[in-house]
């Protein structure tokens, strides 16, 4: 499962910690040189460090992180809502491609647990103009719906009338104006995930 390069980043990670807890960034060895050649794996072409090298390791990392982020919420492939980033590669998806997709990518399918998750995957579904599937499905009790592990659903936002399948739509799909309709789960819907 863990790549020898990450198991060398990790290991870099460990190494630099007391450094950086010190306050000694300046006393560091270079976080390339530390890596060798290991960064031009982790991403070909780009310099392990950009600028003049004089800014500690951890933040290097974390402007280029931000730099990355950047360049995701510019091409509208990721926001994020409190603590969770959610994404989309703009592809469209019937749920259990959309669940299988998501958790291949480290993440899950998107699900909103509040009102501004929901307004995080709603970016999405206006930008495509595509309706997203999400990570609620219904119980064995007919219109009762709950979260992908079973648990009981802290929020909703049913479009009016909905849910209306009474066992004959499991899915759930989230419409242009954020609202949820409960849906058979063979349509092709937006691809949104949550990490
Ligand atoms: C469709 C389908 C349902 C939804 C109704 C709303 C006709 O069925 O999308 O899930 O509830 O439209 O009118
Ligand atoms: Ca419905």
Request: net charge positive.
């Amino acid at each position: 499962m863990m790549s020898p390069l990450f198991h060398k980043i990790l290991g870099a990670v460990f190494f630099l910690l007391p450094y950086c807890s010190q306050g000694k960034p300046a006393a560091l060895p270079s976080f390339s040189r530390f890596l060798g050649e290991a960064y031009k794996k982790f991403l070909p072409g780009f310099p392990a460090l950009a600028g003049n090298g004089k800014e500690d390791p951890v933040s290097q990392l974390e402007h280029r992180i931000s730099r990355l982020e950047g360049v995701l919420h510019l091409e509208k492939m990721i926001t994020t809502a409190g603590g969770k980033i959610f994404a989309t590669n703009g592809k469209k998806a019937d749920f259990h491609a959309t669940v299988k997709e998501c958790q291949e990518a480290g993440g899950s399918i998107a699900t909103p647990t509040n009102p501004s998750e929901n307004d995080a995957i709603l970016y999405f579904v206006k930008s495509y103009n595509t309706y997203a599937y999400l990570g609620i499905k219904e119980s064995l009790i007919p219109s009762k719906f709950q979260f992908l592990d079973g648990t009981k659903l802290s929020y909703t936002n049913w479009h009016s009338k909905e849910p209306s399948g009474k066992g004959e739509e499991e899915c759930v799909e989230m419409y242009t104006d954020g609202t949820w309709n409960d849906k058979r789960c063979n349509q092709n819907r937006l691809i949104v995930c949550q990490f």
